[in-house]
């Protein structure tokens, strides 16, 4: 029995007698690239057409093959104590409140924003603004793709996550007006829309799906060291504010436009632009925030007008671009500073 780990580290082969069971590797591998992460999704058969069963009799020499998810970064789950250590230089409280416990599952979130080819590949449109026209041209040394979506509202983040899933068949996440299927849901909105403010997330689902505010703030703080850590970071990757423009692209260093993701240096866990860039778009509404009030859920307030975006943009200031600071805004809006990451559930 063979293990071929698709360009991970090695794992060791195995010699089986005729009619036995391979034994699974006690350690799975682990694969990186050039600012690309890998999640081990499993043993796969050599084709990777279905999962490995190591229950099966091995009866002639076997290779199996690791399956990766690229791009993805897993972050270990934790439960998070909140208390001021959390809250910036500038004053501004994220999600980890004194008074309030987060608890946090383990899931697997991509190590950058959607970008433009992304998007186009499964809406089959490139809505942004910064769309390579003329006075719009990607900075040089740049690929026009690799810039993150912009101009896409909450609503449209949702179509994305499940036609995405459906067509990598994965269970789809988001239900609107008891439908998983985006082709069913009509024209998406370009006001609020009572119908469409009402989508569930299912976050027992495989798919893909916006991050809530909570896992999105602890990613940015590099997970469960980085919020036990005494002093937690103002940004992502660092809490010096002169080496804020090493880690987002920002007001002071973008030349007013978006940028390459991928372009600065990633934090603690992996993953780049958490801070700058593009503002990102989170599930949660952006009510019942204050100190010591009640989380609910994976999420946090049951209701309200707003959706919750996070991590500042091209045009922000060190303020805006904190990991602590908060914004929202009506989920129809487009704007050419917001676009989004996606997460998926680690189980």
């Not at 041209?137 to 896409?152: I, L």
């Not at 970071?233 to 030349?255: C, F, Q």
């Not at 309200?304 to 600071?325: L, T």
Request: glycine fraction near 10%.
């Amino acid at each position: 029995m063979t293990f071929d780990t698709d360009g991970g580290s090695a794992v060791e082969s195995q010699t089986v007698t005729a009619g036995q069971k391979a034994a699974r590797p006690a350690a799975e591998p682990t694969k990186s690239g050039d600012k690309t992460s890998y999640v081990f999704l499993g043993w796969y058969k050599s084709d990777l057409s279905a999962p490995f069963d190591f229950d099966s009799a091995i009866n002639e020499t076997t290779t199996i093959k690791a399956k990766w998810l690229e791009g993805f970064v897993t972050v270990p789950g934790s439960t998070v104590a909140g208390n001021a250590k959390f809250n910036d230089t500038y004053g501004s409280a994220g999600v980890f409140v004194a008074g309030r416990s987060v608890a946090i599952s383990t899931f697997w979130i991509c190590d950058h924003e959607v970008t433009q080819a992304e998007y186009q590949a499964v809406m089959g449109t490139n809505p942004s603004e910064f769309n390579g026209s003329s006075g719009k041209v990607a900075a040089a040394g740049e690929t026009q793709g690799k810039r993150p979506v912009e101009m896409v509202s909450w609503y449209d983040a949702l179509v994305y996550c499940n036609k995405k899933s459906i067509a990598e068949g994965l269970s789809p996440c988001y239900t609107i007006n008891g439908k998983t299927n985006p082709a069913e849901w009509g024209i998406v909105p370009t006001t609020s829309d009572d119908t469409w403010n009402q989508a569930t997330c299912d976050f027992t689902k495989n798919g893909y799906r916006l991050p809530t505010e909570a896992e999105w703030e602890y990613a940015a703080r590099g997970g469960k060291a980085g919020c036990e850590a005494a002093n937690p970071t103002d940004w992502a990757g660092t809490d010096d504010s002169s080496e804020l423009g090493t880690y987002a692209w920002h007001k002071t260093n973008s030349d007013s436009k978006t940028h390459e993701v991928k372009g600065k240096t990633k934090n603690s866990l992996n993953l780049y632009d958490m801070s700058g860039n593009v503002w990102e778009w989170c599930w949660d509404f952006s009510n019942t925030i204050e100190s010591g009030t009640a989380w609910t859920g994976p999420a946090g307030a049951s209701s309200g007008s707003r959706r919750v975006f996070r991590g500042g943009g091209w045009y922000d200031d060190a303020n805006g671009c904190s990991v602590s600071y908060r914004n929202s805004g009506s989920p129809s809006s487009r704007v050419n500073f917001l676009g989004f990451r996606v997460v998926r559930n680690a189980n």
